[in-house]
């Protein structure tokens, strides 16, 4: 749970999708669906924005008959945006999507974008980090570490 996001990072590479907040909501959900991920960040000249989800799509687009081809991102996305430095350990990370409800956090460091993690990745390590520890009892117990 100390290990930082950087970790995290590194092994699941920092590259981030985005959008433009001139794009179409129908645009940014053609990137999404391609990519099979829910979220996209918006940038503007480099600097970030906000963030389009699918929550924002079923909230903000779909339940108030917003038409998807013609609305750009940035009338519905989410740009009050929390975000986390590399440093975060993956601990502090686990309780902000808990307490902030939220399933995908950029990560930013000097103003400049890192990279973006989301509950799925951090569940992935935790099931890789518990699965490892599994087989390092299990070999010890059958006596495959020195004592």
């Not at 980090?129 to 004592?147: D, K, N, S």
Request: net charge neutral; with cysteine.
């Amino acid at each position: 749970m100390n290990t930082p996001v950087a970790s995290l990072l590194e092994r699941k590479g920092s590259a981030v999708q985005t959008v433009a907040p001139s794009d179409t909501v129908a645009d940014a959900v053609r990137v999404m669906n391609q990519r099979k991920i829910g979220s996209v960040l918006v940038v503007d000249g480099g600097r970030l924005v906000g963030i389009f989800t699918e929550r924002d799509v079923l909230s903000r687009v779909v339940a108030a008959g917003i038409d998807p081809r013609t609305t750009r991102v940035t009338l519905v996305m989410s740009s009050r945006l929390e975000t986390i430095g590399p440093d975060m350990t993956i601990g502090d990370v686990m309780g902000i999507f808990t307490n902030k409800r939220c399933r995908h956090l950029p990560v930013v460091a000097d103003g400049e974008l890192l990279g973006l993690i989301s509950i799925g990745d951090v569940s992935r390590w935790l099931a890789d980090t518990h699965r490892a520890e599994a087989e390092q009892l299990r070999q010890y117990i059958a006596g495959g570490y020195p004592v």
